[in-house]
Structure formats: C-alpha cells, structure tokens
C-alpha cells in the first residue's frame, strides 16, 4: 500500500445540527493526525511534574524516595513529553480528542468548518455519540450515509 492510499470510507456525523462530511485521510495524514493528537493528549495532561504532585506531597514525608522520585521525574521531563497508548486512546474519546479527529476528517468536505466551532458544539452530553457515528464513517457502517 502507497502513503496515498486512503483509509475509511465517505460519510457523515451528525452533531446538533451540523451535518459533517467526512472523507478518507491519506495513510500520511492519519499519521499527521496522531501526531496532533498525541500532542494535544500530552498538553492536556501537563507536565510531569504536574501529573505526580499528589504523589510529591505524599512522600515529603520521606526524603529519600522523594528525592528519588524527583531525579526520576526529571529524567522523564527531559525526554520530552509522552503519554502512553491507553492516555492517548482515552483522550481520543474526550470532547476536544474528538473534535480534533472530527475536524481533521471533516474539513476537507465541510465547507466552513473550525475546530473552535466543533469544539463548541462537541460536549460531555453527545461526544460518546458524535464519537462512535464517526467509527461508524470509518468501519463502513455509517447510520448517516450521504446521498447525491
């Protein structure tokens, strides 16, 4: 397969009342899009001092271990930041994961579309809906197909 193969199928998410065309993405660009939203999963997870300061606070109590904790929490700070599959996977099906993928998927067919706007519309009430509706596009089973 060519990185100009696409992967999925043409459909549409419905979100309110925004109907969403969404088409196929180039193998390249479904790489681009996990580079965004890795990136986008680790902005929204902060900094690993951040993530551990529960942790930090509790072993004030015991110097050692903290001291430890921070040499090891400061080599990983240099590394950059990560977050594993499993953060990635649960931050795809968050609101702003799934306007992300929404908005890479849809914009090309979807004249005027904005990541603010479908970040605005995509909520904690319908993201679980919005998310599988966009599966659904890319498995082939989609329960809004777009007719000529």
Partial sequence: ???????GAVGAVRVGDLLVTVTPLKMVE??????????????AAGDYFTRCAKLLNAMKATPAAYFKAVERITELAAIGPTVSEDQLFEFRESPTGVAIELFHRGRKATPGLTFDGLRAIITDVNVDDVWVQMQQVQEGANPNPLTP
């Fill in 30 to 43: 479904e790489r681009a899009l996990r580079r965004v939203l890795i990136k986008a999963a680790a902005d």
């Fill in 1 to 7: 397969m060519s990185a100009d193969n696409a992967v």
